[in-house]
């Protein structure tokens, strides 16, 4: 057996062996991917020291563009939920709107509010408002809750700075700003679809109707002692679209300033994803938080609240770098991309497979991403025609198809709003199911105009 062949075969064996300690030994998917990324390099017959300093090099890589990002939207998310800015947002879009108007409103609001922030801490922050409106309305739970969830998974599935898109912009070094515009043409249509336009589809699958009287109390937000004025609703919509309009602006300056002009040093400083969220963070600070009357102490309670899930999600970021290092140290990366040259398949359909492949035995969107992204990533070095961008898009849409008993989402969909499990799999599973491949069609049909 040759060399190449049998450096193909153990990267292969690590996926599944990734793919077993996961899902049978229940190991935390940081220790899978550290174990799967450093057993490749001694297998491969590389020296233990040699595949640490690999593995470590990677994660290294992975974290130094990917952490600040998610660091710092993060940071906005908690001040936005903190303050009372996102549900402003939410009630003034879903205000006193006809019942037939409710899904659409509660879509785009969630759309906007999950921009910022992570999808399961989003969703918690809503489902006390969709008990609420549920309640008033006098409608099915599913009714308001289903299109919260698809608007929400929208931005979790596309957006940067959610950690799947953010790790896929950096494995192929892809434009946050194009990525953010591509995301949008893609998300906005798919929302509308998997949002008020399912709902109304699958409201014959519902089933009985949840008792709306055990739903979940709406926590205390922190009340500061000398507040002097609501949340503006203005200045909650600033707070969420400055830093995707920031990097619009940036992408398109760029591309028509003169290099090296003050001009096109100020854009490439609006492109940068680290600055645009750091301007949002102080602006939020200042005109969410100190404005309504909220002290310093209580800001940075809501700021830090938010970091706590993100330890965790970091680690499995960092340990990707270091399996998608571990196969560049391996040569596999090399392999794939010489073999990729003769492939029939399309680099962007076997991005999304690959991601997909992986999501339905790993079940976390963020893990599979991680370890699509290193398996992809030599694709694009044999397909120099196709956007990165649309490579991040392809792969990340990849990652939420067909959620179901091994994704954490799905058990917070089904627990939350009171559903048995073929409930669950008929409203949250054929919802990020259809997410996934719209969004697939979605970059298939701008390819023909941007590459791919």
Same mark, same amino acid.
């Given at each position: 057996?040759?060399?190449?062949?049998?450096?193909?075969?153990?990267?292969?064996?690590?996926?599944?062996?990734?793919?077993?300690?996961?899902?049978?030994?229940?190991?935390?998917?940081?220790?899978?991917?550290?174990?799967?990324?450093?057993?490749?390099?001694?297998?491969?017959?590389?020296?233990?020291?040699?595949?640490?300093?690999?593995?470590?090099?990677?994660?290294?890589?992975?974290? +130094?563009?990917?952490?600040?990002? /998610?660091?710092?939207?993060?940071?906005?998310?908690?001040?936005?939920?903190?303050?009372?800015?996102?549900?402003?947002?939410?009630?003034?879009?879903?205000?006193?709107?006809?019942?037939?108007?409710?899904?659409?409103?509660?879509?785009?609001?969630?759309?906007? /509010?999950?921009?910022?922030?992570?999808?399961?801490?989003?969703?918690?922050?809503?489902?006390?408002?969709?008990? #609420?409106?549920?309640?008033?309305?006098?409608?099915?739970?599913? @009714?308001?809750?289903?299109?919260?969830?698809?608007?929400?998974?929208?931005?979790?599935?596309?957006?940067?700075?959610?950690?799947?898109? #953010?790790?896929?912009?950096?494995?192929?070094?892809?434009?946050?700003?194009?990525?953010?515009? @591509?995301?949008?043409?893609?998300?906005?249509?798919?929302?509308?679809?998997? =949002?008020?336009?399912?709902?109304?589809?699958?409201?014959?699958?519902?089933?009985?109707?949840?008792?709306?009287?055990?739903?979940?109390?709406?926590?205390?937000?922190?009340?500061?002692?000398?507040?002097? +004025?609501?949340?503006?609703?203005?200045?909650?919509? /600033?707070?969420?679209?400055?830093?995707?309009?920031?990097?619009?602006?940036?992408?398109?300056?760029?591309?028509?300033?003169?290099?090296?002009?003050?001009?096109?040093?100020?854009?490439?400083?609006?492109?940068?994803?680290?600055?645009?969220?750091?301007?949002?963070?102080?602006?939020?600070?200042?005109?969410?938080?100190?404005?309504?009357?909220?002290?310093?102490?209580?800001?940075?309670?809501?700021?830090?609240?938010?970091?706590?899930?993100?330890?965790? /999600?970091?680690?499995?970021?960092?340990?990707? =770098?270091?399996?998608?290092?571990?196969?560049?140290?391996?040569?596999?990366? +090399?392999?794939?991309?010489?073999?990729?040259?003769?492939?029939?398949?399309?680099?962007?359909?076997?991005?999304?497979?690959?991601?997909?492949?992986?999501?339905?035995?790993?079940?976390?969107?963020?893990?599979?991403?991680?370890?699509?992204?290193?398996?992809?990533?030599?694709?694009?070095?044999?397909?120099?025609?196709?956007?990165?961008?649309?490579?991040?898009?392809?792969?990340?849409?990849?990652?939420?198809?067909?959620?179901?008993?091994?994704?954490?989402?799905?058990?917070?969909? +089904?627990? @939350?709003?009171?559903?048995?499990?073929?409930? #669950?799999?008929?409203?949250?599973?054929?919802?990020?199911?259809?997410?996934?491949?719209?969004?697939?069609?979605?970059?298939?049909?701008?390819?023909?105009?941007?590459?791919?």
């Amino acid at each position: 057996m040759s060399t190449d062949l049998q450096h193909l075969l153990l990267g292969v064996a690590a996926v599944a062996v990734l793919v077993l300690l996961i899902t049978k030994a229940k190991l935390h998917p940081f220790l899978a991917l550290a174990l799967a990324a450093l057993g490749l390099g001694v297998a491969a017959g590389i020296a233990p020291a040699r595949a640490v300093e690999a593995f470590q090099g990677g994660f290294g890589d992975a974290l +130094k563009s990917t952490g600040p990002t /998610i660091g710092l939207g993060t940071l906005l998310g908690g001040i936005l939920l903190g303050s009372g800015g996102a549900d402003r947002i939410a009630t003034v879009f879903i205000g006193s709107r006809p019942v037939k108007w409710i899904p659409a409103a509660i879509t785009a609001a969630a759309l906007l /509010i999950g921009m910022p922030h992570l999808f399961d801490v989003s969703f918690i922050m809503l489902v006390p408002l969709v008990y #609420t409106v549920a309640k008033r309305t006098g409608t099915h739970l599913l @009714y308001v809750g289903l299109p919260m969830a698809a608007g929400l998974y929208v931005s979790h599935g596309l957006l940067p700075p959610h950690p799947s898109p #953010t790790l896929a912009v950096s494995a192929f070094d892809a434009s946050t700003g194009l990525t953010i515009l @591509y995301g949008l043409i893609i998300g906005i249509p798919m929302a509308v679809l998997t =949002g008020p336009l399912l709902t109304r589809f699958a409201a014959r699958w519902f089933g009985p109707a949840p008792d709306l009287d055990r739903g979940p109390v709406q926590a205390d937000n922190p009340t500061p002692e000398h507040r002097r +004025k609501p949340v503006s609703f203005a200045l909650a919509m /600033i707070t969420v679209l400055m830093p995707p309009v920031l990097m619009l602006i940036g992408t398109v300056g760029t591309a028509n300033a003169d290099k090296g002009s003050l001009l096109y040093t100020f854009f490439e400083a609006c492109d940068s994803a680290v600055l645009s969220l750091l301007a949002a963070v102080v602006f939020a600070f200042f005109a969410l938080g100190v404005r309504s009357g909220f002290g310093l102490g209580q800001l940075q309670k809501m700021a830090g609240k938010g970091l706590g899930p993100v330890g965790g /999600i970091v680690l499995i970021l960092g340990a990707g =770098g270091g399996l998608k290092a571990m196969l560049t140290e391996t040569g596999i990366d +090399k392999l794939i991309s010489d073999y990729a040259v003769d492939w029939a398949v399309p680099p962007l359909v076997l991005g999304w497979l690959v991601a997909a492949l992986l999501r339905i035995c790993l079940g976390s969107a963020t893990v599979a991403t991680a370890a699509a992204t290193g398996i992809v990533a030599p694709l694009l070095a044999a397909s120099p025609g196709v956007s990165p961008e649309l490579m991040v898009l392809a792969t990340a849409s990849g990652a939420v198809m067909l959620s179901h008993v091994n994704d954490s989402g799905f058990w917070l969909f +089904k627990e @939350y709003f009171q559903l048995s499990v073929p409930q #669950t799999f008929r409203t949250w599973t054929l919802m990020l199911s259809l997410q996934s491949l719209l969004s697939l069609g979605g970059v298939l049909l701008l390819s023909v105009f941007v590459g791919g």
